[in-house]
């Protein structure tokens, strides 16, 4: 029972690249979500999904797009890759009727 | 005004000390709310929730709500080494969908 998995682990990529942040999960959670973590700034939601087939901009949407792939599988894709999105990145998934959030490792990514 | 607040520190105590994290909130629509640890390059692990006001207890860990003045603490009794790492406060929004993170508060506890 492995959780909250998220690959890679770390990526280093040149701006203007892109990239597929993955994140799955065996909780069988409906709801999954994409934070970032910047120092000095705290966790903020990039985007989330309620349910397999649903997606939702959070705080910090611009630059990124995502796909609810089932209800197990939820990615994150840079389309081209900027300085800014120099980040740590964390997958979370939550039950239905409850309000914890459960983590994965992260996943650190550096644009040059 | 953030919607949760949280004082960065960092925060050094010495091992076997009682040590207060504490965050304030803006709304008082919120009524759920949680206390993350955070160890250094892992992912956020929950710790303690309450949805209510009062008290909750859990070993060493004893986290508290005051919803009358909107503040949510977090005490650690006899704390230990292992207890280093980033406490991050948060709270439901009011739909449920979302949670809203404090900053983190750094601690660090020496031997």
């Known amino acids: 029972n492995a959780g909250v998995t998220q690959t890679p682990k770390f990526q280093v990529l040149k701006t203007g690249q892109s990239m597929t942040l993955q994140c799955a999960q065996d909780m069988n959670h409906n709801s999954m979500y994409w934070y970032r973590q910047d120092p000095g700034m705290g966790l903020r939601l990039i985007y989330y999904s309620a349910s397999e087939g649903t997606t939702d901009k959070g705080e910090v949407p611009n630059g990124y797009n995502v796909s609810r792939l089932n209800k197990r599988e939820f990615s994150l894709r840079l389309e081209s890759a900027a300085p800014s999105q120099t980040s740590v990145y964390f997958c979370?998934?939550?039950?239905?009727?409850?309000?914890?959030?459960?983590f994965g490792p992260g996943t650190r990514l550096t644009v040059t | 005004q953030k919607e949760v607040e949280q004082d960065p520190g960092p925060l050094s105590v010495p091992e076997g000390a009682i040590v207060s994290l504490n965050c304030t909130y803006s709304?008082?629509?919120?009524?759920?709310f949680m206390w993350y640890r955070q160890y250094s390059r892992k992912g956020p692990e929950l710790l303690m929730y309450t949805y209510s006001s009062g008290n909750k207890e859990d070993g060493r860990f004893t986290a508290q709500v005051d919803k009358s003045s909107k503040y949510i603490s977090l005490f650690i009794r006899d704390s230990q080494p292992s207890d280093s790492a980033t406490y991050l406060c948060a709270v439901a929004n009011q739909a449920g969908t979302a949670l809203i993170f404090g900053k983190g508060t750094t601690l660090s506890v020496s031997s």
């Open positions: 709304n008082s629509a919120f009524q759920y």
């Open positions: 979370a998934t939550k039950r239905e009727g409850l309000y914890e959030q459960y």
